[in-house]
């Protein structure tokens, strides 16, 4: 009789460890970098970027605001563009995990002048507040340094990869 009561035992406590581990792992792959919500947001954002790339008097309004509000009130970026002192740009959407959007790791994603896909995991915060406190990058060598960016073909999930070190 206690013989069976053990393997009873064991045998409830196995299943209740594999239900707790797949339960964690949907938990993670639901709220993690390849989540749902965040690969729907990518192919929104890359859709939205190719719309834009082709459009050279939007582009350079664009700039040219930029260089305005620059001399006005120091802002470098736009909510669609990111400018360099040398006049280097990237036409990008940003996400960040603070918005209530249910995606739990920032993502940055833009078309470069360089003529390259470029994605972060940067905080760069909703409306780039924490990049606006932050120098205008000299280049865009510069600023893909300063803020982990790093290249990708324009339409993989390689894009939600993490970029940062300090990120887990």
């Not at 350079?60 to 120091?74: Q, S």
């Not at 909510?79 to 990237?90: A, P, Q, R, S, Y």
């Not at 932050?134 to 060598?141: H, I, K």
Request: proline share 2%; glycine share 8%; charged share 25%.
């Amino acid at each position: 009789m206690k013989k069976r009561k053990w393997i009873i035992l064991i045998v409830g406590v196995s299943f209740l460890a594999a239900f707790l581990a797949i339960v964690a792992w949907r938990l993670k792959v639901s709220l993690g970098p390849y989540s749902p919500a965040r690969k729907a947001w990518k192919e929104q954002a890359i859709i939205e970027i190719n719309g834009r790339i082709g459009n050279k008097e939007w582009l350079e309004g664009e700039k040219k605001e930029a260089k305005e509000r620059y001399a006005g009130d120091g802002r470098w970026a736009s909510e669609e563009v990111v400018l360099m002192k040398n006049g280097d740009w990237i036409i990008c959407r940003n996400v960040c995990a603070r918005q209530d959007n249910g995606i739990s790791l920032d993502l940055f994603i833009g078309y470069g002048s360089d003529g390259k896909w470029h994605y972060s995991t940067f905080h760069f915060c909703h409306s780039f507040i924490t990049l606006m406190q932050c120098e205008q990058s000299p280049t865009m060598a510069e600023f893909v340094k300063t803020f982990h960016v790093h290249e990708f073909d324009g339409h993989s999930d390689e894009c939600l990869k993490k970029t940062c070190p300090w990120q887990r």
